[in-house]
């Protein structure tokens, strides 16, 4: 029986750089770079294919960058590359994320027939002001747009992206983001912070920024929750909604700690029992060099640390029997006293088979996990 695998490939162009964007991409990418690129990614994809003879792929995660800045026919290219050279599952999800400059039907169409089955979609929000503040190419309108160009082209399942905490935000039109993007119907809603990362043009200016304060990012989260919620997106991450069955497979593969291999450069991976990271470096990876820069193999307590704090994102937390069959170890002997002592503050629910984050709770889960992980390694 073969095991599941997710892959993740990195493709690292954008059409612009937006102004808080730490995530590694290139402006303004000529045909021949993103030619090249996908060459040496074609490359990787039959290398690693080899070594993957007992996987069978059901999760093929296309980040960025915008991989949907690559002419359609290099996207055709690696598909075709992928269902010749690796098992893929006929009911595997494949995601491409796409900013809304970058859609149009033709494209999707393509897309389509390529095996693609998921967009994920950058709105991030529906006024002007902020997409300018957060220098995006795109209006409400492009969105929309964009939205019905996948529809027609037959992606049933379409995620969208926005974001709270940008410049000019308040909860009166964060409320009107999601009223106007839950009107279109996505499948699928991830809701991130702004984050405000260094070495990008908004790190510079930061004391300059009208951010929300913290009231209003605590009133926009509670809300915002509560109003996806009662129109039938269920929160399933601390940042993510979806309509029933439409979870998102790749990332639940990475909050399980599940096997995933990334390709290209940046990307990630956690495959055969150790955890290996690639470099920026694009230059290198065009001439085929290794730019493999963090390798290791993590003892049982990194794991079991590693795998608590990504699992305690989910709203259904930590199984203790999946746990202690993973581990030979039982979650109450290693956390329970740890989590417990958050529950009479109504930020933690233990009930003897899971143990997992209150609404509440998740606002503050970063101080949380902090308090009780542990990777010292003394487990
Ligand atoms: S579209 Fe996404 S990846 Fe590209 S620059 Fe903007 S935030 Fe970064």
Same mark, same amino acid.
């Given at each position: 029986?073969?095991?599941?695998?997710?892959?993740?490939?990195?493709?690292?162009?954008?059409?612009?750089?937006?102004?808080?964007?730490?995530?590694?991409?290139?402006?303004?990418?000529?045909? %021949?770079?993103? @030619?090249?690129?996908?060459?040496?990614?074609?490359?990787?994809?039959?290398?690693?294919?080899?070594?993957?003879?007992?996987?069978?792929?059901?999760?093929?995660?296309?980040?960025?960058?915008?991989?949907?800045? +690559?002419?359609?026919?290099?996207?055709?290219?690696?598909?075709?590359?992928?269902?010749?050279?690796?098992?893929?599952?006929?009911?595997? %999800?494949?995601?491409?994320?796409?900013?809304?400059?970058?859609?149009?039907?033709?494209?999707?169409?393509?897309?389509?027939?390529?095996?693609?089955?998921?967009?994920?979609?950058?709105?991030?929000?529906?006024?002007?002001? %902020?997409?300018?503040?957060?220098?995006?190419?795109?209006?409400?309108?492009?969105?929309?747009?964009?939205?019905?160009?996948?529809?027609?082209?037959?992606? @049933?399942?379409?995620?969208?992206?926005?974001?709270?905490?940008?410049?000019?935000?308040?909860?009166?039109?964060?409320?009107?983001?999601?009223?106007?993007?839950?009107?279109?119907?996505?499948?699928?809603?991830?809701?991130?912070?702004?984050?405000?990362?260094?070495?990008?043009?908004?790190?510079?200016?930061?004391?300059?920024?009208?951010?929300?304060?913290?009231?209003?990012?605590?009133?926009?989260?509670? @809300?915002?929750?509560?109003?996806?919620?009662?129109?039938?997106?269920?929160?399933?991450?601390?940042? &993510?909604?979806?309509? @029933?069955?439409?979870?998102?497979?790749? &990332?639940?593969?990475?909050?399980?700690?599940?096997?995933?291999?990334?390709?290209?450069?940046?990307?990630?991976?956690?495959?055969?029992?150790?955890?290996?990271? &690639?470099?920026?470096?694009?230059?290198?990876?065009?001439?085929?060099?290794?730019?493999?820069?963090?390798?290791?193999?993590?003892?049982?307590?990194?794991?079991?640390?590693?795998?608590?704090?990504?699992?305690?994102?989910?709203?259904?937390?930590?199984?203790?029997?999946?746990?202690?069959?993973?581990?030979?170890?039982?979650?109450?002997?290693?956390?329970?006293?740890?989590?417990?002592?958050?529950?009479?503050?109504?930020?933690?629910?233990?009930?003897?088979?899971?143990?997992?984050?209150?609404?509440?709770?998740?606002?503050?889960?970063?101080?949380? +996990?902090? %308090?009780?992980?542990?990777?010292?390694?003394?487990?």
């Amino acid at each position: 029986m073969k095991k599941p695998l997710g892959l993740y490939l990195h493709i690292p162009f954008c059409r612009s750089k937006c102004l808080y964007c730490d995530f590694c991409s290139m402006p303004h990418p000529s045909d %021949e770079a993103m @030619e090249a690129y996908v060459e040496a990614l074609c490359r990787d994809l039959h290398w690693w294919s080899e070594r993957c003879a007992d996987y069978t792929v059901d999760t093929v995660f296309f980040g960025g960058g915008t991989p949907t800045v +690559l002419p359609v026919r290099l996207l055709e290219r690696l598909t075709e590359v992928l269902w010749h050279d690796f098992c893929i599952d006929p009911t595997a %999800e494949i995601t491409a994320e796409c900013n809304p400059v970058t859609g149009e039907r033709e494209r999707f169409l393509r897309m389509r027939r390529a095996g693609f089955n998921r967009l994920s979609i950058g709105l991030q929000s529906a006024h002007q002001r %902020e997409l300018r503040a957060l220098g995006r190419l795109h209006d409400f309108d492009t969105f929309c747009h964009c939205f019905s160009d996948a529809r027609d082209a037959g992606f @049933e399942n379409i995620s969208a992206d926005v974001m709270s905490g940008i410049p000019h935000q308040t909860p009166v039109s964060r409320m009107e983001t999601l009223q106007k993007l839950c009107a279109l119907g996505p499948e699928h809603i991830s809701s991130y912070d702004l984050i405000i990362e260094e070495g990008t043009p908004f790190a510079r200016v930061r004391d300059r920024l009208a951010l929300p304060d913290e009231d209003a990012a605590r009133q926009m989260y509670f @809300e915002g929750c509560e109003f996806l919620t009662s129109g039938g997106w269920k929160q399933y991450e601390i940042s &993510n909604f979806a309509k @029933e069955g439409y979870e998102s497979r790749h &990332n639940l593969k990475y909050w399980s700690c599940e096997e995933y291999l990334g390709l290209g450069v940046a990307a990630h991976s956690d495959f055969g029992g150790a955890r290996f990271g &690639n470099s920026r470096d694009v230059s290198a990876y065009l001439r085929g060099e290794d730019i493999t820069e963090e390798h290791s193999i993590p003892s049982l307590a990194e794991r079991m640390n590693e795998y608590v704090m990504l699992r305690m994102r989910l709203c259904e937390g930590v199984d203790y029997q999946a746990f202690a069959s993973r581990f030979g170890r039982s979650f109450e002997s290693v956390f329970g006293k740890g989590f417990s002592k958050y529950e009479p503050h109504g930020l933690v629910i233990c009930d003897g088979a899971h143990c997992a984050f209150t609404t509440h709770g998740m606002l503050v889960s970063n101080a949380i +996990l902090s %308090e009780v992980l542990d990777f010292s390694g003394e487990i």
